[in-house]
């Protein structure tokens, strides 16, 4: 069992910057893969961006791509997204995840979740 906690949401201007941050519980973490999904309320959760836990290769969505970058510290058992240029339209409940491969984190049905964080991004 792998126990998520998400911090760092809060209300920021457009254009400002976030760092939202991941615990993971367990001896085991630096061997999972760990992501970010979003959701707003009525819509699907979205995929964000991931991290390999083998070798530390990353992925992002289309949308973030230059603005957020994904990091780990294996040492703290903790998983940041660094979010940049902020848009309004980005204004959701910001998800962590954990499993075994990045493609099981991004598709796959299964894996870890945490409770969430809000992020709230004024105009």
């Known amino acids: 069992q792998v126990q998520l906690v998400e911090s760092g949401g809060g209300l920021v201007q457009a254009g400002g910057s976030l760092r939202l941050s991941c615990v993971a519980s367990?001896?085991?973490?630096?061997?999972?893969?760990m992501g970010w999904f979003r959701q707003v309320p009525g819509k699907e959760r979205e995929f964000v961006a991931d991290i390999s836990g083998r070798d530390g290769s990353t992925d992002y969505s289309d949308s973030v791509k230059g603005r957020f970058t994904i990091s780990r510290d294996n040492a703290k058992n903790t998983v940041y997204l660094q979010m940049n240029n902020l848009k309004p339209e980005e204004t959701a409940v910001y998800y962590c995840?954990?499993?075994?491969?990045?493609?099981?984190?991004?598709?796959?049905?299964?894996?870890?979740w945490g409770q969430g964080t809000q992020v709230t991004v004024s105009s």
């Open positions: 367990g001896r085991t973490f630096g061997s999972y893969a």
């Open positions: 995840k954990a499993d075994t491969t990045m493609w099981d984190l991004e598709y796959g049905r299964s894996g870890y």
